[in-house]
């Protein structure tokens, strides 16, 4: 638990955030999401991201996430 507690708070900037949405195969749904991270709230050095995945239609929840991938664009 010590390591977890001294892990980095990060926020979301869901105001500038992009989200993408395309119909596919047996009802499921390709989604592409783009924006930023904050370290501890510092908005000077933002970390831009790029997350993709599949939502498959199915589960007790009517759809659920087959495939992911996060991209953190460190540079």
């Known amino acids: 638990m010590g ?4 892990l980095p708070n990060l926020t979301y900037d869901s105001q500038n ?3 993408d949405y395309q119909p ?3 009802d499921g749904i390709f989604v592409l999401v783009s924006g930023c991270l904050f370290i501890d709230g510092n908005q000077e050095a933002p970390l831009r991201f790029t ?5 498959q239609k199915g589960g007790a929840a009517g759809y659920y996430v087959h495939n992911e991938v996060f991209r953190l664009s460190i540079s």
């Open 17 to 19: 955030a992009v989200a």
């Open 51 to 55: 997350q993709t995945f599949f939502l």
């Open 24 to 26: 596919s195969i047996n």
């Open 3 to 6: 390591k977890l507690n001294g």
